[in-house]
């Protein structure tokens, strides 16, 4: 058995450190493995990732086309009914509790049932995803499933409340009373420009 006194590494699993530059008898003097001159004989001289001397490299010569949904991938730890059998009667069986149990490991990852086995007591599933196989038998056994992202969202029916919209008849008494004022203001105008001028001819 393997204990903490006792554990060793793989043969031939470490290496001793390459010695640079102590002769040329070592294999490795002079030019410490570098070559001649160069950018990369240089201290920090190095080249980026795929980098090809100037000329147009690989990834912008090969054409692109298609669709790729890896970015929109969703990683899932699978849990079969048969693993479920170790948790009692009425246990609330979430992503937390088969965290606990190290049925699950990993960050991030969503949770899935599949039906392989089979279910002996109720059990209430909370997860991610189901097969139609896993929840005909959590159901039959007298156990439900909850999916995490349906009891997330609010229910399609929900009652929205109502907004009061103001009267038409208001608004419309407000519209006619602004435009008589502008039309007995454009009246107004003008007379006063008439009066204006008579009195000027009378000096």
């Keep these: 058995m393997i204990r903490l006194h006792n554990m060793r590494t793989r043969p031939g699993s470490r290496h001793r450190v390459k010695r640079l530059g102590i002769g040329e008898s070592s294999g490795h003097g002079k030019t410490s493995g570098k070559g001649h001159k160069g950018q990369k004989a240089r201290s920090g001289g190095s080249l980026r990732l795929g980098f090809e001397g100037g000329q147009m490299p690989l990834i912008r ?33 979430n992503e937390q509790l088969l965290r606990d149990v190290k049925l699950i490991r990993g960050r991030g990852i969503r949770l899935k049932i599949l039906g392989d086995g089979d279910v ?12 139609a196989a896993a929840r005909e038998k959590i159901e039959k056994a007298g156990g439900t499933v909850t999916l995490r992202d349906k009891a997330a969202a609010p229910p399609p029916n929900a009652a929205q409340p109502v907004q009061s919209e103001p009267d038409s008849t208001e608004s419309v008494g407000k519209k006619t009373k602004g435009a008589s004022k502008k039309v007995s203001s454009r009246r107004k105008t003008p ?13």
């Design 191 to 203: 007379a006063k420009s008439g009066s204006k001028k008579r009195t000027s001819k009378k000096r």
């Design 61 to 93: 010569r090969l054409p692109k086309r298609g669709f790729n949904n890896r970015a929109f991938h969703q990683d899932y730890a699978v849990v079969n009914l048969s693993d479920l059998n170790q948790f009692k009667e009425g246990t609330v069986v």
């Design 120 to 131: 002996k007591h109720g059990l209430t599933v909370e997860t991610d995803r189901i097969s």
